[in-house]
């Protein structure tokens, strides 16, 4: 791979559910180290963007590529597409019973890091003693602000909103992806919850790490500072800019935005 | 007719070799071979009897409704097979370390192993046996405790009369196991009963007694096993759980038998007042697997709890009748019955909360969950109830599903392959009630014949 390829590259993606077009050509690049915002009125499509990234099953694409470091992902499955290094946090973490934590968090772990080694044909040196990732374990929960028994509860079972998106980072942590889709971490978050969120994502984020964050609001943005925001508008995205965007956005709404796009 | 006695030496086992299928003739012939007392032969052929008077359960009867017999060859079965040698350890069974992990691992206060129709190993704690605890096999009971035998052996719990495979096995039964702890003596950790089916062809029966008296505690393990083989085998289990006023019994059973097995168990407890029973019955093995498990619950204040983890695959057919039989009030039931099933596998749940007149403040909760893996698989539950008094809690739920696309994206979404999600998602599916046994052999034991059956 040249060092020139963009690392994240979306074109005139489209895609439906139940024969139901919802992304109607989307187009979206995004490089080592940056981060984006991805804005948009309900409905607009950037849900079901996510879940076309991470390889939702319901979702047919249609038309259009997806390449990952210059690679097509479309035929990879969803648990390919995670060991390669693409992140969901799921807006609606799902909630499993009888699956702990602790368990499920060391199988995806396990999973993603002996798929990085066989890619770096390292002899295995990323996988991780049981002792080894207990302490990464604890070591990225004390970072979100967790509670050591967190890791011996089911996973999102009972868990309050806020709890349920600290989890999500946990997983964003400890897998290390190197592209991140943040869907709507910030919803549902009171003003201290979503701190700590921010502030581990910013922990996370660095030059290797192309982040894209779906939100619906523009307070996120005071704490996780995007280079780019896009506007998505009925399965497209209808106009980009920078961080300054988003503060337009919030002083005129959408609709005043869409009155703009129709117009235009 | 095939011989499987061709490498024995004694004599009555010659003569046996010629029967097959069952009869009074191999009802006398069993007890004479064990040389057993009048009264055990009196009372062997007076089930005989009602074995002979009752009609062969078909599907017009609601217990048997879904439960067809078709495929099972009683008259082809070897009634019983010849005595075997005792071992000196248990170094010398030849069973694959799953089983051992399982049957032998941990602390225990005892153990039996039955291979076939004979016990071959006996051990017990002698600290127990001073303070006055039985345990023993059958047999020797009968020689040693004559009382207790006559007092508590298929009378009460389980009563030749209960039913024609009751009345078969009340005829017929081998080997065998029993437990009694005397007042006030409590044994933490668990005697453990082993069946081993070695001879394909030929029927095993097993019984497992187990009488606390006031204000005793135990722990019962029963497990049983056999490697697949070609020819049918009959098995028949009956558990007799007897618990005084004040006394509790913790009882598990895993029963792993091949698939050449047809297997009838019945298990029933007695609750004297204040008692506690914590049962769990794990189903895994066999081809077909009848069981009949129930609570008297006779006492006030006492509690059941019944719990129940199946997992069908192949072409493997289980069925379970549970009863929670309220025969007094302020007692409590709770009952819990997990399934999965895959490939072309089928079960049926059938569970009965019976609230007798009287049986006021009664308190009753019964749920059977399946999770089907397999599109050709299949569940069904039957949830019943008759109440008879005004004064009670009755709950009971029955669910049938299956795994949901939206749990495996999640957890490929984190990397897990497909295979792998699927596995971890019935492992939690079994998981609260398998955390619910506090024996951590036992627990690993159902983690990787859990993990088995899903298989990749």
Known sequence: MANDTPMFVIENLHASIDDKEILRGVNLTINKGEVHALMGPNGSGKSTLAYVLAGHPSYEVTEGSILFNGEDILEKEPDERARDGIFLAFQYPTVIPGVSMANFLRMAVTNVRSARSAAANDGGAQKLAP??????????MALLKMDDAFA?????????????????????????????????TDSGLDIDALRVVSDGVNALAGPEMGILLITHYQRLLNHIKPHHVHI???GRIVQSGGPELAMELEAKGYEQLRAEVAAD | MESTTATQTAEPAVALAALTGFSRTAVERLSAAKAEPDWVLAARLAAWDTYESLPMPTTTVEEWRRTALRGLKLDNQVPFAPETDRI??????????????LAIGGERAGMTVQRD???????????????????????????????????????????????????????????????????????????QSFVLSETPGTATFNHSLVVLEEGAEAFFVDAYHSETAGKQSYASETIELILAKDAKLRYVQVQDWGRHTVNMATQRATLAADSELKSLQVTIGSK?????????????????????????????????????????????????????????????????????????????????????????????TIPNLEIAANDVRCTHGATVSQVEEEHIFYLQARGIPRSEAQKLIVEGFFRPVIDRIPVEEIQDFLKAAIGRKVGI
């Open chain 2, 117 to 191: 129709a004979s016990t071959v190993y006996t051990e017990a704690a002698p600290a127990f046996a001073a303070r006055g605890v039985i345990f023993t096999d059958l047999d020797t009971a009968i020689r040693e405790h004559a009382d207790l035998i006559r007092k508590h052996f298929m009378t009460t719990a389980v009563p030749a009369g209960l039913g024609k495979f009751q009345a078969l096995h009340g005829a017929m039964w081998q080997g065998g196991t029993f437990l009694y702890v005397p007042a006030g003596v409590s044994v933490g950790v668990p005697f």
């Open chain 1, 232 to 234: 998505m508008m009925s």
């Open chain 1, 152 to 184: 011996t509860r089911y996973l999102n079972e009972g868990f309050s909103g806020g709890e349920k998106k600290r989890a999500e980072i946990l997983q964003m942590a400890l897998l290390e992806p190197t592209m991140a889709i943040l869907d709507e």
């Open chain 2, 288 to 380: 077909w697997s009848k069981n009949s498990i129930g609570s008297h619950l006779q006492g006030r204040n006492a509690t059941a709890e019944m719990l129940g983890i199946f997992f069908a695959d192949g072409d493997q057919f289980f069925d379970h009748h549970t009863y929670q039989l309220h025969e007094s009030g302020y007692a409590t039931s709770d009952l819990e019955f997990k399934g999965a099933l895959k490939d072309t596998a089928r079960s049926v749940y059938s569970g009965l909360i019976r609230v007798s007149e009287g049986a006021q403040k009664t308190d009753a909760f019964q749920a059977n969950r399946n999770l089907v893996l397999s599109r050709g698989a299949r569940a069904d």
């Open chain 1, 131 to 140: 002792r080894e990732f207990r302490r990464l374990m604890r070591e990225k």
């Open chain 2, 88 to 101: 000196a350890s248990l170094d010398d069974l030849r069973v694959t370390s799953r089983e051992t992990a």
